[in-house]
């Protein structure tokens, strides 16, 4: 019986204004949780594009470095035939400097 007249309340709010009142409470802190929920996904989201920016910004530099470092490849290899110690120690050089890229974040 509580569920129909709950029910019946609702359908007619301008026979009991309190409840009616109460209601529109409820509604309005709803309403006031979502846009809480709003804001914070938005500084969220102006969060996150800052980050795809810094990214990309990086992104851009390492293909810069590797491009350099592709060119430097190719004149060393134009000057003289690489020999394995030289390849060795390429492979060395570029770890260091990648290591050293990472830990600067």
């Known amino acids: 019986m509580d569920g129909q007249q709950s029910y019946h309340e609702m359908e007619n709010p301008t026979e009991n204004p309190s409840k009616a009142a109460e209601y529109l409470k409820e509604l309005?802190?709803?309403?006031?949780?979502?846009?809480?929920?709003?804001?914070?996904?938005?500084?969220?989201?102006?969060?996150?594009?800052?980050?795809?920016?810094?990214?990309?910004?990086?992104?851009?530099?390492?293909?810069?470095?590797?491009?350099?470092?592709?060119?430097?490849?190719?004149?060393?290899?134009?000057?003289?035939?690489?020999?394995?110690?030289a390849i060795k120690e390429n492979v060395i050089?570029?770890?260091s400097e990648s290591e050293g890229s990472r830990s600067v974040r």
């Open 93 to 95: 050089q570029e770890k």
């Open 28 to 85: 309005n802190k709803i309403i006031e949780t979502q846009q809480e929920l709003l804001e914070t996904q938005k500084i969220r989201i102006e969060e996150l594009e800052q980050q795809v920016t810094d990214l990309c910004k990086e992104n851009t530099c390492l293909k810069d470095q590797h491009q350099r470092h592709l060119a430097t490849c190719r004149l060393q290899q134009s000057n003289s035939h690489p020999t394995l110690g």
